[in-house]
Structure formats: C-alpha cells, structure tokens
T-cell receptor, first 112, second 112 residues
Framework: GESVGLHLPTLSVQEGDNSIINCAYS??????FIWYKQESGKGPQFIID?????DKRQGQRVTVLLNKTVKHLSLQIAATQPGDSAVYFC???????????FGKGITLSVRP | DADVTQTPRNRITKTGKRIMLECSQT?????MYWYRQDPGLGLRLIYY???????NKGEISDGYSVSRQAQAKFSLSLESAIPNQTALYFC???????????FGPGTRLTVT
C-alpha cells in the first residue's frame, strides 16, 4: 500500500553544522507535504509545508525540497542548534479528504 | 500548543475499563482529529471529524469511538480498554481550506 517513510531512524550532527533529514513517499497523488518537529513530552509542532507545484520552500533556518520525480522530500536545517534536537516527521496529503499520512519519524541529536 | 488542550495528560487504567479522553480547542477550527502514537510507528489516525455532524473512521478505529459534542470539543472513548491500547494519544485540529494540523500536548494512556 501507499506509505510515507524515512530513510534513517537517527541522525547525529555537530552543533553549528547543517542537518538534512530525508523522507520518501510512495503516493504519487499526494499534492501537499508537511514537516513536524516533536520534542520530548510534547505534541508535534508545524515546521514548514510545501505544495506539489513547488520544488523548494524556505523558512527561518529551514528549507524543504521536493523531488516529485523520485518521490523524495527533505528538510534542511541550517546551523543546527541544541534546541533542534527532536523527532522529525514528514507527512503527505493527497488532497482527497485532508488527511495526513505520517512517516515513522527520525530522531535528530545535536552534539555540543 | 495551548490552543489545543487534552485531558487527562496521563492515565493508567485496567483492562476492561471504559475510558474517555477529551480534547478542546480555541482555534475556531472545524476539523478535529484523533491520532495514536506508538514507538517506531509514527502517528496513526483513529477518527476524524470535519464538523459537528461529520464523523469518519481513520485507519485504526477498531476498539475506539468518538463524540463531537461541539465545534470545540472532540472526545475519544475506549469502551473496554485492552493492554495493546497503551500508547500516546494526540488530538489535532485544522481550519477549513488549510491542511496544516495543530496538535495538543498528548495523553499518555497505560492499560494494565
């Protein structure tokens, strides 16, 4: 069946370096993608989203890239900080009924 | 997100007991969702509601029921709790015409 998945379960980066978190999706009908950050003991928090008619979208220190050809989504975090340590989820929406399908999540650990 | 609140935040109950988890939102959103989070499995949709008179099953609705008492309130019930319903439960909301979902802080449920 259709699924959203992440390539790596954990990612460890040095403080100040850039982080890249990757996500593969398999539903070619998906037209909206979103990244969430979940800190320990909290609910998921919106980071950034992108529609399928775009390849790139930038926010504050974050960039999302969408490659529809290979069904790949990535989240880039510039100058990673200790506060970026969390679990990151990608999610997709086909637009049929505004339901998000979430990936399993990847843990980002920032080394001081 | 203080705009979406969940009660209780933690609950331990015994097998066979009925339990209700409550969600309230002050965002004025029409759409509300209940998710379950298990380690390594990401977020899975239990039920969702697009307005007070609209209730829909998600991918894992068996063993659960919901009630949309008002636009701002959406409760999740476990009629007869079983140990494999031990999980973290999240409520989320979204506005009509948008796809971004806002999550509550979660309820940690343990069924012994």
């Amino acid at each position: 069946g259709e699924s959203v998945g992440l390539h790596l379960p954990t990612l460890s980066v040095q403080e100040g370096d850039n982080s890249i978190i990757n996500c593969a999706y398999s539903n070619s009908a998906s037209d909206y993608f979103i990244w969430y950050k979940q800190e320990s003991g909290k609910g998921p928090q919106f980071i950034i989203d992108i529609r399928s008619n775009m390849d790139k979208r930038q926010g504050q220190r974050v960039t999302v890239l969408l490659n529809k050809t290979v069904k790949h989504l990535s989240l880039q975090i510039a100058a990673t900080q200790p506060g970026d340590s969390a679990v990151y989820f990608c999610a997709e929406d086909t637009g049929a009924n505004s339901k998000l399908t979430f990936g399993k999540g990847i843990t980002l650990s920032v080394r001081p | 997100d203080a705009d979406v609140t969940q009660t209780p935040r933690n609950r331990i109950t015994k097998t066979g007991k009925r339990i209700m988890l409550e969600c309230s939102q002050t965002k004025g959103h029409d759409r509300m969702y209940w998710y379950r989070q298990d380690p390594g499995l990401g977020l899975r949709l239990i039920y969702y509601s697009f307005d007070v008179k609209d209730i829909n099953k998600g991918e894992i609705s068996d063993g659960y029921s919901v009630s949309r008492q008002a636009q701002a309130k959406f409760s999740l019930s476990l009629e007869s709790a079983i140990p494999n319903q031990t999980a973290l439960y999240f409520c989320a909301t979204s506005g009509q015409g948008t796809r971004e979902q806002y999550f509550g802080p979660g309820t940690r449920l343990t069924v012994t």
